[in-house]
């Protein structure tokens, strides 16, 4: 083997961009995927993020993504060399010497902030060592809540840079029926809209969204920074029973109610305005605004009021009157003319709103307080748990009270502490530019109340969430979850009394579900109650005082550690190699933030593929073409790099990651000795690694059939027929129990006890029992229970054959096959070009540098990895996994 210092000249392909090595932050996100299971209205979201460093030194490479407000982090891990470092939820109270080191330090101890309206933020980072890589992978949950009649997952995209290989996969799934689905935010339009595919089949809905790098940064939210925006999607379900669907597994139950067929109840609804000096300017302009078009929206039966309040109350009438057109009209007169001035009495303003609703009962109506104010009580009664009992000795149970806090000046728990209290939620309006908007859409959820007085009753039930309900209003839903005793399904009988106008229903389960039998949705089921559960007694803490506090928050703190969330009253340590602080995450309370004072930016260097070369050694200028796989970039200026201590072997050139501007020094030339033989008949496999740069690769020579996944628990085969001239899969066969799928990359043939059909049409949508075949342009997807497998469409000479990529793992985990093998795990013991020592599980074998084509990725690009034999790669002899047929 000759060793040489060469220098490499790159001809064209450079950009103008003049920078330097020093001003680089070179950490590359080469891999960001978001994949969300919704099940049963409860999403599951996990965040993978793989990124590498180019550098030759360590380097701090940073984790940061946006999760919803209502969501609870459940899990958190990082893959550093193979070695998994989890995050441990618990006890805030445990991890407070860990947070107060981390403070003293001058570190981010708050790693979850506020960021907004709808999201927190969670960020962590690490030391990666040079030329190494790093996993980071999130999960969170949420039961997503309707409103005004739909379910709303929304999707944050931050990956801070382009990223090459960047896709959202949405998965819902619904035994009722999904009726629509719809696609929105400032992802999801103009030049994104070709990104994202959806597909909706009956019971279950795809979506994805698979941008390429140039639409990352030319979007409407996007920059040379990649993507910062929203995709927001929106379904319902079918609800063609008035009791609702209730599903029942292992124990416990989930009951969604929400009947539509119902006749509206008029309203009493009087508002409580804040007028105070602290409201002045676009507060208040956006409060009338937002006033008229509430009043616009008055159905001629309610009956209202208006309040404001300063350190004086002000009426537009002293009782209320009903809402026809001349009172409207006047009202809104009224609304025009409000101006800020004076103190803030809040306490007694809401309890002049309450005596007004309290002199005006009307049978078959509901009657709804509305308060809106930006600050703290500064007149009359001022302490606040003065306030609140005063409120609630008022309202006594007869209606809810709806607070909503503008701004971040106000005191946010104080209003929800007095909202639960009465049977209400507080809300806080952002002061954006929409706040008006804002305002107006809290009206609209509670605009059309169809039920008061609403009761779950559970017979066989125990551990219930909340089954009492002051209203119920169209558009939304009530969920109830519980155990159910003994796990006897027989004895469990449940049912729905409540008040429509003046008559009181009764809702009964007409077609009552059956024990589950362990799908993805069923195993949710438990999860889904112990997330309302926490949420509740996370609300009765705030409401509550003395023992009953504590009981609530001694209940919440021993749910939220069983099942793993991160709560207000958890903490989750972010556990890091030795040497490392842990960082220590907790959620914030509505408006809390957390400072930053880093800033990151990245501009990736390297070789732009197949760049021209000129090779400079001991004589003279040899020309040879460079492919760089992983470094494929083309952002510096410069067009000179040396290569340090690059090696030639058999007329390989090997080159190191770092580089280097200089000016070139040709020396005498040496020979170079041929290139080896290109091995011929046979398919090149990669095999992933979580704790090296580099994958491994191997070759399966000839054409034989393999087995690639085995699920016996959900009756799922799949084989492959490999074509070894064409580099990849000819044909593969699905076998289900009811029916056998047999693809290659024109049609799709399908053969079950009701005769054999052949598919052509791309974007066709194809189901069999819990079986959906989508095919597409350029891939076929496959989902069978809880498995997804996707067949990447590629083409050689003309010439189409497929890879599988198994996007969704079964939950039992019982699978056999090559795509059932996990990441693998190897040691570099000495590292000698173009041969190395690496280890792998304790034996010790030479692998040459090479590379391979990643066809589980749509464009296929190319990767450096490490060349090994077949058995050393699988850990097994490539027999176990070859079969007869497929």
Known sequence: ???????????????????????????????????????????????????????????????????????????????????????????????????????????????????????????????????????????????????????????????????????????????????????????????????ITKTLADKQAWLYFYPTEDQQKSCDSCGEQGMNGDLVIFYDVNREASFGDIKKSSGYFVHHFAPSNLARIPKNVIFVIDQSGSMHGRKIQQTRIALIHILNDLAEDDFFGLITFDDSIFHWKRELVQANKQNVASAKTFAQNIQSRGATDINRAVLEGTSMLNRHPREGSASILILLTDGDPTSGVTNLEAIQSNVREAINGKFPLYCLGFGFDVNFEFLEKMSLQNNGVARRIYEDSDADLQLKGFYEEVATPLLTDVTMIYEGGVNLTQTNFSQYYNGSEIVVAGQITDNNIETFTPQVIAISRNTRMMFTETNPSVESTGTVSDSNIQRVWAYLTVKQLLEKELRLSGPERENAKKEALELSLKYSFVTPLTSMVVTKPPGESADVLHKPKEGETTQDTHTYSQFPMGLPSGASAMLFEDDGPITRTVATADYDYADSAYDTFIIAEADFVDGSLILPVTVAPVTPNPGPRQPLRPAPNPVVHATQFLRKTENQALPLCYNVVGNINLQLLYHPNGGLLVNGELDASLGGFRRIAIHTATAKFQLDGLKILVQDPQGTAIHLQENEVITRENVTVIRRPKEIDFVSGDTRIVLLIHEKSGLRFLWPVIRQQPTDGNLTGILALGPAVYEVIQENSPFSNLKIQNIEMQAARSSAADYSIPSAPMLDCWLVISEVALQRSMDGFIVAQI
């Open 1 to 195: 083997m000759a060793r040489a210092v060469v220098q490499l000249v790159l001809f064209g392909l450079l950009s103008a961009l003049v920078t330097t090595l020093a001003d680089k932050d070179d950490w590359d996100i080469y891999s960001f995927h978001i994949n969300s299971t919704v099940s049963s209205r409860y999403a599951t979201t996990v965040i993978t993020s793989r990124v590498a460093n180019r550098m030759d030194a360590s380097k701090e490479v940073e984790f940061q993504v946006r999760i919803p407000k209502n969501a609870f982090i459940s899990k958190f891990r990082m893959f550093i060399d193979g070695q998994p470092y989890d995050g441990v939820v618990k006890a805030k109270e445990v991890a407070k010497q860990q947070y107060t080191d981390a403070v003293s330090r001058g570190q981010s101890a708050g790693i979850v902030s506020s960021v907004g309206r709808t999201h927190e933020e969670f960020k962590t980072s690490v030391n990666v060592a040079a030329h190494k890589k790093v996993t980071f992978e999130l999960t969170y949950e949420e039961l997503l809540k309707r409103k005004l009649g739909k379910y709303e997952l929304q999707i944050h995209a931050r990956p801070m840079q382009p990223v090459k290989d960047f896709k959202v996969d949405v998965h819902i799934n619904e035994d009722a029926g999904i009726n629509f689905l719809e696609v929105k935010g400032g992802l999801s339009t103009n030049a994104m809209a070709n990104a």
